[in-house]
């Protein structure tokens, strides 16, 4: 399970892309725990990249992000 935060940059907010962050939980209930984990792990990620903005965030299936928006 990955959680994909939706990042814009602060400086220049028409650069977004999708980041996947993962959370690592392989038996059910995957869906349920990712959520339930992801305001923990979308501050976590916000202090060490500053310069990004999280917009929005799903939890989703290994591999299924990563573009440019």
């Known amino acids: 399970m990955e ?3 939706s990042i814009c940059l602060i400086a220049s907010p028409g650069t977004c892309r999708e980041e996947p962050v993962s959370v690592g939980f ?3 209930p995957a869906p ?3 959520m339930m984990d992801a305001p923990v792990r979308i501050a ?3 202090e060490t990249h500053p310069k990004w903005k999280v917009t929005k965030w799903r939890c ?3 591999g299924v992000a990563g573009r440019d928006i």
């Open 3 to 5: 959680l994909i935060l």
């Open 26 to 28: 392989e038996r059910p």
């Open 32 to 34: 349920f725990q990712c």
């Open 44 to 46: 976590e990620w916000s």
């Open 60 to 62: 989703s299936a290994p």
